[in-house]
């Protein structure tokens, strides 16, 4: 058992930082936040992942159906893998992402 601490507020950094919170056998915690209507392009993960909002407010682009959801505090969203999926700062976001780790 880790207890993680969580930035709950956006303070002034770059434009893209990330930072891991846990890296485990089973799973990796990275917590990332994104300014001045940053964006992580278009990509996919291998493994299935989860991204949810912590502060800010953003997009999460899913482009293999073209689809735009919303990234606002207390919203979660699984993304299965191999889905090319996109998030954008609006103007300012910070997610939590979990990636799960194949055994």
């Known amino acids: 058992m880790k207890k993680l601490n969580l930035q709950t507020e956006i303070e002034a950094g770059k434009d893209i930082?990330?930072?891991v919170l846990f890296d485990g056998a089973q799973r990796k915690?990275?917590?990332i936040t994104l300014r001045r209507n940053a964006i992580i392009k278009a990509h996919k993960a291998a493994e299935p992942i989860t991204?949810?909002?912590v502060a800010g407010a953003g997009d999460l682009?899913?482009?293999s159906k073209n689809e735009t959801h919303e990234l606002l505090p207390g919203v979660l969203?699984?993304?299965e893998?191999?889905?090319v999926h996109e998030v954008r700062a609006i103007p300012e976001v910070?997610?939590?992402l979990t990636k799960?780790?194949?055994d």
Do not use: G, N, W, Y
Request: with cysteine; aromatic share 4%; net charge negative.
């Open 29 to 31: 915690i990275m917590q």
């Open 51 to 53: 991204i949810q909002c």
């Open 17 to 19: 930082e990330s930072h």
């Open 61 to 63: 682009l899913d482009a």
């Open 77 to 79: 969203i699984t993304v």
């Open 100 to 102: 799960f780790k194949a």
């Open 94 to 96: 910070s997610i939590l």
């Open 81 to 83: 893998p191999e889905i």
